[in-house]
């Protein structure tokens, strides 16, 4: 086997890996991100990569599908491997231990790199360990991420490798990421032969897109369709009014409704506000954001106007939706959530 241009020298010491897994963990990200190390290490012959499996307190943990999963110890084990990396999944945002915290960043000190899969990047966001570096959460936490963090370089990107901080989307993405590093140190050859044992046909890079295209979600391809609802999508906070959406993609008013109907069974107006009626949602379950705030960000004029909304759309009203949220979150464990500290909506 060539091991490619920049591959490390054989018999070089291995490198090793440390997950964090957080209560309701992504399954999908942390196998995908693991088992590109596995097959690298059978593949090649030798043992290039070694990987402990930590939770905070070192005790068993469910993953979102209720997989429970056996770890190998807990963080006062760690060491100092060369990558950290935490795994989460859904509620993160309500969970903040601060020996978590603290451990993350003697970690960080000690020159350890640190990443994040899926909505790991909450954790390295708290501890002040993302910083002025870019950062990737999933697409559909990005927005309330970027509410939550505005100083924050956060990137729509498949995920971001700068230099000790290494964040992912999630889900597939974590291969990408892992057959990145595998190209990195031991060439592109062998994160190719990685790949193809996965039938992962591609190796994605940073800039790939994270969601698929709009033309895949919605199932159409008339492109003036299209690039009206792209342009909804950019103008969630200032919502543009519908003659300027009709002018923007060059059409009337008319043809514009005529489209949406066919398409899309409703007027564009009502599809504009259903978008802004999920961003609305997502916020509200993922943020400490107020419902005036909330609205706000979602184009809403007033709070009364945004509540009469998301009760006519979701058949509860916005403090009921977050009330609900904070029952789901993960029970008190290693992870403490925080629902009871944060700040109510308004």
């Not at 590109?36 to 599908?65: F, H, K, M, Q």
């Not at 963080?75 to 978590?100: N, T, Y």
């Not at 044992?197 to 391809?221: K, P, V």
Request: contains cysteine; aromatic residues 6%; glycine residues 8%.
């Amino acid at each position: 086997m060539n091991p490619g241009a920049g591959a490390r020298h054989s018999g070089e010491a291995r490198q090793s890996f440390a997950f964090l897994l957080l209560p309701q963990f992504s399954m999908l990200a942390f196998s995908s991100a693991v088992e590109p190390l596995r097959a690298a290490n059978r593949l090649s012959g030798e043992a290039l990569y070694d990987w402990r499996i930590l939770t905070a307190d070192g005790r068993p943990i469910n993953s979102s599908s209720r997989m429970h999963l056996l770890p190998d110890g807990g963080l006062d084990d760690v060491g100092r491997p060369d990558f950290l990396i935490v795994v989460a999944g859904l509620e993160v945002q309500r969970l903040r231990e601060p020996s978590v915290i603290a451990a993350l960043r003697r970690l960080a000190r000690s020159g350890c790199r640190l990443g994040a899969l899926s909505t790991g990047s909450y954790l390295l966001a708290w501890a002040g360990l993302l910083d002025g570096f870019r950062c990737t959460v999933h697409w559909e936490n990005l927005d309330a991420f970027r509410e939550d963090f505005p100083d924050l370089e956060a990137t729509g990107e498949l995920f971001e490798v700068d230099g000790a901080r290494l964040t992912c989307s999630g889900g597939t993405a974590s291969m990408d990421m892992v057959l990145s590093l595998i190209a990195e140190t031991h060439g592109r050859d062998l994160a190719a032969q990685v790949a193809e044992q996965f039938i992962h046909e591609r190796i994605r890079d940073t800039h790939d897109h994270q969601r698929m295209s709009l033309q895949g979600r919605l199932g159409i391809s008339h492109p003036k369709l299209l690039q009206v609802v792209s342009l909804m999508e950019e103008h969630l906070e200032e919502p543009l009014a519908r003659a300027e959406l009709a002018r923007r993609a060059g059409l009337s008013t008319r043809q514009l409704e005529r489209l949406f109907r066919r398409y899309l069974g409703r007027t564009p107006t009502r599809y504009y506000l259903e978008l802004r009626l999920h961003r609305a949602r997502a916020l509200l379950t993922q943020t400490a954001m107020s419902v005036l705030n909330v609205a706000l960000a979602c184009g809403f004029v007033s709070a009364s106007h945004f509540s009469k909304c998301y009760r006519e759309f979701f058949h509860k009203m916005p403090r009921e939706e977050r009330q609900q949220a904070e029952k789901r979150a993960p029970q008190p464990g290693p992870l403490q959530p925080e629902s009871a500290r944060l700040p109510k909506g308004g």
